[in-house]
């Protein structure tokens, strides 16, 4: 028997080389005769171009070219949609207004690209920038969410009607009865704000065009490289095998990387064809804070129906979502949040009504997490006032509502970004719960550690909460699988990696099927000439979706390998195993072909070729899951605050999680450690924040406050629930955001009970010592 | 046009003559002159840590130098630990304890580590999270490399 590789830590494949620093990062590409890009930016938020003046900046030498709109032709429209719009749910309104490449007439964020200039060297192409005079009429900003939608508010989009991007309502059950019935309603006003991915390669892009060969190369750290190459031939009319991205290893992704068709994309495959030169471009950091997308602002109004034993009756959330200046990538985030509002509790009415709303700010696409944690944040806060209201204790009003282990599957009766009505595959939610009280010793924290600390006059305060997450949604991904004439494994797959072990968990995948060890699987991720179908990494969907095609064509390969062993060995393909890179009789294992040799038998050079045969040992296969695996967890916290300081010292974090199977536990505790940190970072340290003009404050590291070591938790005790997901053969689940949802609602809920003695609510998240000292103030009544 | 000036560094052992404008920033001078592109960049102002390398045996942030500045100096990049098949104990400590992800910030993180396992042979963890405190890393949340750190230095002390 081979020994299993599946479900197990393995250390990385790719870990010698990223070690090394003989990795291959997008800035490390350098080209003979390769060009640098360089964009000029709007400085003002909205505002009227009315002309533009190139001339000096052309003038200096090393200057290729500098570029405005009107260099661009037709190319200056609006982009395509990234993400379908939400024409799945019934009564739903939108209006799609798409990035635009450069700004013609009107500017709508600050950091928009007026200029592009092409030149020489990088720093050329940036002193240029300074040499360039586009004259502005400034325009009132739209910053505020609710005001924005007011009559009389400045335009966004001025052949618009109004800021309003899109209109959803979802309901199920009836929540004006849910209320009439309950013993008490409540009702809160809540805020998250804005957060940056931050990955911490920047985004970046080089282009080569081979006019002899008529082919474009493209190297890009994008989570989505298929949309890349076909976005690009679409526009280019070429053909898309005339287009090949690559992306090299990434630096972290986060979400924003999934966007093609900006600016910088759509620019410079243009250029690089006209000047037949190579581009490139990196972005700096400052720029990464403008022009790369980011996520998070919503304003909630909520309110929770209950009985007086805590028991949930209804729900209704009416959110206004900041979109952004424009909508490309349509509703995927707000829907995620109504999606995640109630998912893990049993709440027979629930009423959500999403406003969206065009800002004069940075695009809004998803971060990781995205939109789940506002859902999340909106639903523990709104029990904590509820428990607070009826005295109860938070973890016990919790238990009461979860969704039972004998539940599932369970319809959830709202549309999710995938735009299939959410169902609950698996899930064990009181499990989690228990396991966390017992993990953190809740009761004894309740009864003598915290009691003891505040006779102490020392403020420690715990929070609890519970979550879901949405992943592993459609459509489908691929994989091609083939085994080489060196008895090692190829599999090639559509989706990109930028960090999270692909290389690895793919390879044991694959492995585990085949008997070869899993080093000698070499995984291909996110390089269009090498696998050309798929949808991309998002929606922690990457195991999950790609890892299940991968584990199907594993097994065709397995019984192509299987059948040819059977004719030459002479033996049944049932009497027949594959174990460290051979095809072996199971009782005989003299009797054996290596896998490297099948493979060349299994690609004849003279003779016949029976019909039906397919050459090599290789397989495609595809998977498309009926809708998303829900993975689910609950993480507790205990807070230490300085009263004086309003300084939190997180002195313990427990977090129990099931994401399934876990292909590699090592890796899935590594997600979970980085999806905690953003949280943290979520929590009190990150934000981005424009002023009401929407100038951005927050553009560098000493603005934009990034989660450090001694940030952290001494350590994150993690626990897992383990309950395969019964949409795959492999029972697996993503991971890849859980960290990041549950964090600010459960830090803020133990930061308000650290602070029990003051009586302060504090409902939004993205808080500063300062923040937490003003909300004080105000409940002191000071 | 601007002057060059010509300036003398020996990184990794080997040493190099070359021709550069005055504001040539140090990182950008190693990463595209002399392409030991390991040394990443991830802020270019100060910050992150990730363009970290050791200069006259100290570690310094390279994105905030200039590469005349490193006339008649000595520099050490990630290239100079070990190679893939002959990691440096460090770089074994950090794979064996799943101590990053992406591998952007890694290298500097070792550059910083190995002036600072250096000086302090058998650090706490307090210790351990002041010292990598300037090293941003978006990717693991810092507990594996803590351990990593930790694992180092008792590799490190039995190969010394
Ligand atoms: S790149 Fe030098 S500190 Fe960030
Ligand atoms: S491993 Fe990605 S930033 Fe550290």
């Known amino acids: ?782 | 046009m601007t002057q060059l000036v010509k300036i003398n560094v020996t990184v990794n052992g080997v040493s190099y003559e070359r021709e550069v404008e005055p504001r040539l920033l140090l990182s950008d001078f190693i990463r595209h002159d002399l392409k030991l592109t390991g040394t990443h960049v991830g802020c270019e102002h100060g910050l992150c840590g990730a363009c970290t390398i050791l200069f006259d045996g100290e570690s310094v942030r390279s994105c905030i130098m200039f590469a005349v500045m490193a006339d008649r100096h000595t520099i050490e990049t990630v290239e100079s630990l070990g190679t893939p098949d002959h990691l440096h104990p460090l770089q074994e400590a950090f794979m064996e304890k799943h101590a990053l992800q992406c591998g952007f910030c890694t290298p500097g993180f070792l550059m910083t580590l190995v002036d600072y396992l250096g000086d302090n042979k058998n650090p706490t963890d307090e210790e351990i999270r002041e010292a990598i405190d300037g090293n941003f890393c978006r990717c693991t949340g810092y507990e594996n490399i803590v351990e990593a750190v930790r694992l180092a230095a008792k590799k490190m002390a039995a190969h010394s």
């Open chain 1, 1 to 782: 028997m081979a020994e299993r590789v599946f479900h197990k830590s393995i250390l990385r494949n790719e870990d010698p080389q990223i070690l090394a620093g003989k990795a291959q990062y997008l800035d490390d590409i350098e080209i003979p005769g390769m060009l640098y890009a360089a964009f000029k930016r709007s400085d003002y938020a909205h505002a009227r171009l009315k002309s533009i003046d190139v001339s000096e900046a052309k003038a200096l030498p090393g200057v290729i070219g500098v570029y405005t709109a009107e260099d661009f032709g037709d190319l200056v429209k609006p982009g395509p949609l990234q993400v379908p719009p939400p024409t799945a749910i019934k009564g739903a309104t939108y209006a799609s207004r798409t990035i635009m490449p450069i700004v013609k007439d009107k500017v709508r964020y600050s950091g928009e690209p007026v200029a592009v200039v092409i030149a020489e060297s990088r720093y050329i192409a940036e002193d240029a920038c300074d040499f360039i005079y586009p004259e502005f009429e400034p325009l009132d900003a739209v910053i505020d969410l609710e005001k924005a939608l007011q009559p009389g508010a400045p335009l966004v989009h001025e052949d618009l009607p109004s800021n309003e991007a899109a209109h959803v309502i979802q309901e199920r059950g009836n929540y004006p009865e849910a209320a009439a019935n309950a013993d008490i309603v409540i009702k809160k006003k809540i805020y998250m704000d804005r957060v940056a991915a931050v990955a911490l390669e920047n985004r970046g892009i080089v282009v080569n065009w081979d006019d002899k060969a008529q082919m474009m190369t493209i190297w890009c750290g994008t989570q989505s490289p298929i949309t890349l190459r076909n976005a690009t031939a679409t526009r280019m009319g070429l053909f898309e095998n005339q287009v090949r991205v690559i992306t090299p290893f990434t630096g972290g992704g986060f979400g924003p990387k999934i966007n093609t068709s900006m600016p910088d994309d759509v620019l410079l495959t243009e250029l690089a064809v006209r000047l037949n030169r190579p581009i490139k471009w990196y972005e700096d950091r400052r720029e990464n804070f403008l022009a790369t997308t980011s996520e998070r602002d919503q304003v909630h109004y909520a309110e929770i129906a209950l009985t007086k034993e805590g028991k949930i009756l209804g729900f209704k959330d009416v959110f206004y979502h900041n979109s952004g200046a424009y909508d490309s990538y349509m509703m995927t985030v707000p829907l995620n949040t109504q999606t995640h509002t109630v998912s893990n509790y049993n709440i027979p009415s629930f009423y959500t009504e999403i406003f969206m709303v065009f800002t004069n700010e940075m695009v809004v696409t998803p971060v990781r997490g995205a939109g789940r944690p506002q859902g999340v944040f909106v639903m523990e806060r709104m029990i904590d006032a509820a428990a607070r209201e009826l005295k109860m204790d938070v973890a016990e009003i919790r238990r009461i509502n979860l969704i039972q282990p004998d539940a599932y599957p369970v319809s959830t009766g709202i549309i999710g970004q995938d735009f299939v009505e959410g169902v609950l595959d698996s899930g064990d939610y009181p499990t989690a719960l228990a396991k966390v009280m017992e993990m953190i010793d809740y009761k004894k924290f309740r009864e003598e550690i915290q009691p003891k600390a505040r006779a102490e006059g020392r403020h420690l305060g715990i929070g609890i909460c519970t979550f879901t997450e949405g992943t592993g949604v459609g459509p489908y991904e691929g994989a091609k699988i083939t085994v080489g004439g060196n008895g090692k494994v190829s599999v090639a797959t559509g989706v990109a990696t930028q960090g999270q072990a692909h290389y690895t968990s793919f390879a044991q995948i694959a492995a585990e099927q085949l008997g070869v060890e899993v080093k000698d699987v070499k995984v291909i991720t996110g390089d269009t000439g090498a696998f050309a179908w798929g949808a991309g990494t998002f929606a922690s969907r990457g195991a999950t979706v790609a890892g299940t095609a991968i584990h199907l064509a594993a097994v065709k390969v397995k019984n192509k390998a299987l059948k040819l062993a059977s004719q030459i060995l002479e033996t049944p393909e049932s009497e027949l195993e594959l174990v460290g890179g051979f095809v072996q009789v199971a009782d005989l294992p003299d009797k054996k072909i290596s896998l490297g040799d099948l493979a060349s038998k299994a690609n004849p050079m003279r003779g016949t070729f029976p019909p039906g045969a397919e050459p090599g040992l290789e397989a495609v296969a595809y998977y498309g899951p009926p809708y998303g695996a829900t993975g689910a967890g609950c993480m507790a916290m205990i807070l230490d605050v300085d009263a004086e300081t309003m300084k939190p010292k997180i002195e313990r974090l427990v977090m129990v999680h099931d994401c399934g199977i876990p292909i590699n536990p090592m890796v899935v505790e590594g997600q979970v450690h980085g999806g905690v940190q953003m949280g943290i970072g979520n929590a009190f340290f990150e934000k981005v924040f424009y002023d009401e003009t929407g100038q951005l404050l927050t553009a560098s590291f000493m603005d934009y406050l990034f989660p450090q070591a001694t940030d952290m938790p001494p350590k994150m005790e993690l626990g897992h629930t383990e309950i395969p997901s019964p949409l795959n053969p492999l029972g697996i689940k993503g991971v890849g955001e859980a960290g990041a949802i549950p964090t600010p609602a459960v830090f803020t809920q133990a930061l308000e009970d650290a602070l029990f003695d003051t009586g302060v609510e504090i409902m939004e998240s993205n808080l500063s010592p300062s923040k937490v000292y003003t909300y004080v103030q105000k409940a002191k009544g000071a």
